[in-house]
């Protein structure tokens, strides 16, 4: 992994490397993703932030919001939280984890899942922070995934905060990776 480094741009970090058969496919070949979407809470904004998290200094109600992120957990057709360019026809995912949390000026949510849908984390988080806002109620995530109606969900947020944070195979055991936390 350390000589690759030089190659790669510097927001690429490989953790480990390790030789796979032939007929391994980095996307096909994942049991599950692990995506972060990150938010700058401070007053004003960190411009050291400012390209890798939403500035989002606004109060929260954070009992609306986890009583939310408890309703999303589940094997279930997420085209409410899908955006308009997902051409799948099966939009049946397993979200495993739906979590937030927040330390100093910084929060996070994390989503693991067996796979995501386009748009699907991005969705999700400007849904949640539209309840977390007071705007919606908690109870609209079920409405909106029993619908599959994308209209009756939240703005999309905007890409900057969101990032793959892991992805697992198979034949890879989680402790065996650095942690990256």
């Known amino acids: 992994a350390h000589a690759l480094r030089h ?6 970090r490989p953790l480990a490397v390790r030789g796979v058969s032939g007929e391994f496919n980095a996307r096909k070949s994942a049991r599950g993703k692990h995506y972060r979407y ?6 004003y904004g960190s411009p050291v932030h400012a390209r890798y998290a939403l500035h989002q200094p606004h109060a929260m109600d954070l009992d609306a919001l986890h009583d939310a992120l408890g309703r999303l957990p589940g094997r279930r057709d997420w085209s409410g939280f899908t955006g308009s360019a997902c051409d799948v026809d099966d939009r049946v995912r397993n979200l495993t984890v739906a979590a937030y ?3 100093g000026g910084n929060a996070r949510f994390d989503f693991e899942g067996d796979g ?3 748009h699907m984390v991005r969705n999700l ?10 705007k919606r109620e908690a109870a609209e995530i079920d409405e909106i995934l029993a619908s599959g109606d ?5 703005p999309t947020a905007p890409p900057h905060g969101l990032h793959l944070w892991c992805v697992h195979y ?3 055991e989680p402790g065996r990776m ?3 936390s």
Request: glycine fraction near 8%; avoid cysteine; charge should be positive.
């Open 7 to 12: 190659m790669l741009p510097p927001a690429i």
């Open 38 to 43: 990150r938010l700058d809470r401070s007053r």
């Open 101 to 103: 949390s927040a330390r």
């Open 116 to 118: 995501f849908l386009t």
């Open 125 to 134: 988080v400007g849904t949640l922070l539209q309840i977390a806002a007071g």
């Open 150 to 154: 994308r209209r009756l969900a939240g």
């Open 170 to 172: 198979d034949d890879v």
């Open 178 to 180: 650095p942690d990256r």
